[in-house]
């Protein structure tokens, strides 16, 4: 990817807020922190809804947030603007003719897609979904597949796992950035009625009501920091799966959204993850109630997932994208 004698410049089309969450920003986010790392700069185009920790995030890396236009054409002619090298497209709410448009223009093109490309045109693909690379693609000679590719932040790569001494058990619950959801108070109930002992910090945009032993705090940089020292972790099957697994962190899966449904088949498939299913029911009680109790069985969730992303996808990812060549000017 050439820049005609310019710093190279790639755009992040992806959006985020309370309603939609916050997981394609924070993929996008990883994968700009490592391009800036090699002097490439990185600017977002979307819109940031109702999430102040979205906002940070990139106000905090010096990552500017443009308004895009949604039209493909319009987004096309904003990328030449801009003279950007490439865009990276990160949403599902896309019309399907963007990354053609793009194309066209001049731009080289990287969809993050999770399993269906929904009729996107790109010169490269990411679908860092476990298992990707031995499901069907409709253009395998362009697709960086599986967990060697998923992308992590500085603050996660940095980490290392940090349990506590033993006894009562920590677990940490969160749905994503926004929980846009709202689920978090349901399943801090169902820890409760699991009767085992635990002490729990529930991450929720919205605070609520919860008994001792059960702490809720607002969404916060600190997730990493929380995660690694979690003896337990509760969460959906959305992007920080990866984090947790680079971590060895032992976790129980739900999925709050259909998208995220075939992440949660294949990570509880292979004993990586716990499955609670969609609903905090009975069920659900009972799994947790056997995770709270049995450390080596929470333990060996961790050690099936630990050392399956290695934290090196981001660089895998920008060697590839960098690789790509406009196809006009």
């Known amino acids: 990817m050439t820049g005609g004698g310019r710093a190279r410049r790639v755009g992040f089309r992806c959006d985020a807020g309370a309603e939609r969450g916050v997981g394609h920003l924070v993929r996008c986010v990883a994968l700009a922190e490592e391009l800036c790392s090699r002097g490439v700069e990185g600017l977002f185009l979307g819109e940031v809804r109702d999430s102040p920790w979205a906002a940070a995030q990139l106000r905090e890396r010096g990552l500017r947030l443009a308004p895009a236009p949604r039209e493909p ?28 448009a ?33 499901r069907p693609f409709p253009a395998q000679d362009r697709r960086l597949a599986g967990a060697r590719y998923v992308l992590l932040r500085d603050s996660v790569r940095r980490r290392t796992r940090t349990p506590g001494p033993g006894g009562v058990p920590h677990v940490l619950c969160f749905f994503g950035g926004t929980d846009s959801a709202g689920v978090a108070p349901a399943w801090a109930r169902a820890l409760t009625a699991t009767g ?22 607002p969404p916060t940089d600190r997730l990493p920091e929380l995660m690694a020292g979690a003896d337990l972790v ?10 947790l697994l680079h971590l060895g962190v032992p976790t129980a899966l739900s999925w709050v959204a259909d998208n995220q449904l075939i992440g949660y088949e294949e990570l509880v ?42 934290g090196r996808g981001r660089e895998r ?10 196809t006009s000017s």
């Open 196 to 217: 085992r002992p635990f002490r729990a910090t529930v991450v929720s945009p919205r605070p609520f009501e919860a008994d001792d032993p059960i702490t809720v705090i």
């Open 317 to 326: 990812v920008a060697d590839a994208l960098l690789g790509l060549r406009r």
């Open 234 to 243: 509760v969460t959906a099957a959305g992007s920080a799966v990866w984090e």
């Open 73 to 100: 054409a319009g987004l096309a002619a904003l990328a030449r603007e801009l003279g950007l090298d490439a865009v990276v497209l990160d949403s599902y709410d896309l019309p399907p003719p963007t990354g053609t």
């Open 102 to 134: 793009l194309r066209a223009a001049g731009t080289a093109v990287l969809a993050v897609v999770d399993g269906d490309p929904l009729g996107q045109e790109a010169d490269l693909y990411l679908d860092q979904n476990l298992g990707a690379e031995r």
């Open 269 to 310: 498939g292979r004993g990586v993850a716990a499955g609670l299913g969609r609903a905090p029911d009975e069920r659900a009680v009972g799994v947790l109630a056997r995770l709270l109790a049995d450390p080596a069985v929470r333990e060996e969730h961790g050690r099936r997932g630990g050392g399956l992303v290695d």
